[in-house]
Nanobody
């Protein structure tokens, strides 16, 4: 059974930094993974994706240069380093395992709140 457990959310001032972590279990093969977020009153949006086998990454313009996704294959852990945070980054952030060779979510974590204020 695939499980994704996020940690590291919290309250941070504008311009600050925060690192989210996600521990994945229930599978062993390299799979695409991502971070999504849902701001109040908005739909979920992807903010970072990584091919854990090849190491390639993908970001939307809204976070490019500020967010960095990484993966520790030995620990099967996913990270999101967020710098220069803005109030509009406030959201619940979700760790996602995607379908093979896509960024389409297959499994979701429970989410962790990030508040920039």
């Amino acid at each position: 059974q695939v499980q994704l457990v996020e940690s590291g959310g919290g309250l941070v001032q504008p311009g600050g930094s925060l690192t989210l972590s996600c521990t994945a279990s229930g599978y062993t093969l390299p799979m695409p993974m991502a971070w999504f977020r849902r701001a109040p009153g908005q739909t979920r949006e992807g903010v970072a994706a990584i091919d854990t086998g090849a190491g390639s990454t993908l970001y939307p313009d809204s976070v490019e240069g500020r967010f960095t996704i990484s993966h520790d294959n030995a620990k099967n852990a996913l990270y999101l380093q967020m710098n220069s945070l803005k109030p509009e980054d406030t959201a619940v952030y979700y760790c996602v395992r995607a379908f093979v060779r896509t960024v389409i979510p297959e499994y979701w974590g429970q989410g962790t709140q990030v508040t920039v204020s």
